[in-house]
């Protein structure tokens, strides 16, 4: 549709890969006033597709991140996760979170279902054409499916990509998770499929105060006001979760195979990757696997607790915020010290 112009450092939860505003800084408070008039939720045609923007612009960038969203792809949920990162940084990186194709309350593709395959291309564009002329190097910072979108944005553009950051990555299905068997059966049907999204939905219909109860109990109990509020604005709409579903599918299909062990070889000293000590989607295995695979990678194990759905809460925001500053920092190029 054409709209107008080495382990140092927790898990479990449903994929939010498949699934703020809480957090609060500890930065002076003149800095805080200025990030606030900086943060910006824009909406951007990319590839002709309707395309939700969170962005905050330094005036003098060294960096950009990009923040690429694990599954569902809505980029409110990473608000407070943007905002850390900006503070932590002291303004010295421009930070862009894009949103998935049709992952975004309005209804602007007309319920057309959108692949694995077709969000990295989407991203992939979007680097072409509005981060083609930027002078500074670009690290991808990849959620849980987003890990494996940013290895391949990684892969296809080595010349602009500084370094690769996963965190609590999918890179491969999990065959000894009951979670993902049972998301993979629901995903896979066509009939189930628009039988939970249409229940979905019927949620959404609810009054304002209704729905919220519904998420914080069913599955946000620990989650901040700004995940809820995220949740009941986009989560709870038909054509949503008919795409979180399809594309659900779609990467159950593609990651069923290896991971490309050679070109994470060739630029393990650009990688790096966080695991959760309960993460059924990046199980410790993995992270034994990618050790003995990658051996010169950065692989680190949060212990504190957090959950897979890190972004939806202030704490897990802020210590994986820090957690990517830091590895920022340890690197050469890096412009803070």
């Known amino acids: 549709m054409q709209l107008p112009s080495s382990v140092n450092c927790s898990l479990q939860s449903f994929h939010t890969g498949l699934l703020g505003r809480c957090y609060r800084s500890t ?7 200025a990030l606030a008039n900086h943060v910006n939720l824009r909406l951007s045609n990319v590839s002709s597709y309707a395309t939700e923007l969170l962005e905050i612009r330094a ?28 503070e932590l940084l002291r303004g010295t990186a421009s930070i862009t979170a894009i949103g998935h194709i049709s992952h975004t309350r309005k209804n602007w593709e007309r319920g057309r279902l959108f692949s694995l395959q077709e969000q990295i291309d989407h991203k992939l564009d979007f680097i072409k054409h509005e981060l083609e002329n930027i002078q500074v190097p670009i690290l991808l910072v990849g ?4 890990s494996y979108i940013s290895i391949e944005i990684f892969r296809r553009f080595p010349e602009k990509v500084m370094y690769c950051v996963g965190l609590y990555p999918f890179l491969v299905l999990n065959q000894n998770s ?64 008919r795409n979180v579903l399809y594309m659900a599918m779609t990467e159950f299909e593609k990651l069923s195979e290896k991971p490309d ?18 993460d059924h989607w990046g199980p410790l295995s993995m992270f034994e696997e990618i050790s003995k ?4 990678v950065g692989l680190s194990i949060e212990r504190e607790g957090h959950t897979h759905a890190f972004c939806c809460t202030e704490a897990g925001s802020l210590w994986v915020s820090q957690y990517v500053v830091s590895l920022i920092k340890n690197q050469k190029w890096s412009p803070i010290k």
Not at 143 to 146: L, P, V, Y
Request: aromatic share 12%; charged share 15%.
């Open 27 to 33: 930065c002076p408070s003149r800095f805080r006033m």
């Open 143 to 146: 959620h849980s499916i987003g």
């Open 261 to 278: 062990w050679a070109f994470m070889r060739e630029k393990q000293n650009n990688l790096a990757f966080l695991f959760g000590i309960d």
């Open 178 to 241: 009951h979670w993902q068997s049972m998301i993979g059966k629901i995903a896979s049907s066509r009939i189930v499929s628009v039988a939970l999204s249409s229940i979905v939905a019927v949620f959404g219909l609810l009054p304002r105060w209704s729905s919220k109860f519904i998420v914080t109990k069913c599955i946000g109990k620990s989650w901040c006001s700004t995940a809820i509020e995220a949740a009941c604005d986009h989560m709870l709409q038909y054509h949503v979760m």
């Open 293 to 296: 695979q990658v051996p010169e």
């Open 59 to 86: 005036e003098d960038p060294k960096l950009h991140v990009l923040v690429i969203p694990g599954n569902p792809g809505i980029v409110s949920f990473y608000t407070d996760f943007v905002e850390s990162l900006y």
